[in-house]
């Protein structure tokens, strides 16, 4: 055990985090997500919710600045109705713990293959719909 070091994250997931460099981007994937048929990795969280994990993943991974966007979210498919109220949630927990950054909305398939290039992939048991996001890793300073 460690101290101050988030339970969900696992130490499969601290490794990974660890391994990733400057640019590497990381995929949350809601419960929906392919997760399996589009990762490298796979790092699976089946109990917990994305908020959750990006809340905790937040306490150590540094957002990249040298980007304008370093937070991608798929984006609603046109037509449809929904409404993802958990994108609040997301920009809430990284104000707090990475302060003001730009968040892009990506096209469903454009998303799908950004994830397949990602460095690893979390599969989540979220049942918000379009709950997936990508963080691209900064550097400590």
């Known amino acids: 055990m460690l101290k101050n070091i988030p339970a969900v994250l696992s130490p499969e997931l601290l490794k990974i985090l660890m391994e990733m460099g400057h640019g590497d981007e990381l995929v949350i994937g809601d419960g929906n997500f392919p997760a399996a048929s589009n990762a490298r990795r796979l790092v699976r969280l089946d109990g917990h919710g994305v908020p959750e994990i990006l809340d905790a993943i937040l306490t150590l991974f ?6 304008e966007a370093p937070v991608a979210l ?3 498919t046109p037509g449809d109705p929904t409404v993802p109220a958990i994108w609040e949630d997301y920009k809430d927990i990284i104000r ?19 994830s397949r290039e990602a460095y690893a992939i979390l599969a ?15 550097v400590v300073k």
Do not use: Q, S, W
């Open 96 to 114: 707090r713990r990475e302060g003001e950054h730009k968040i892009e909305e990506v096209e469903r398939f454009e998303f799908y293959r950004r």
């Open 62 to 67: 540094p957002l990249d600045t040298y980007v």
């Open 74 to 76: 798929m984006a609603v």
């Open 124 to 138: 989540t048991g979220e049942t918000a719909l379009y709950a997936n996001i990508i963080l691209k890793k900064g």
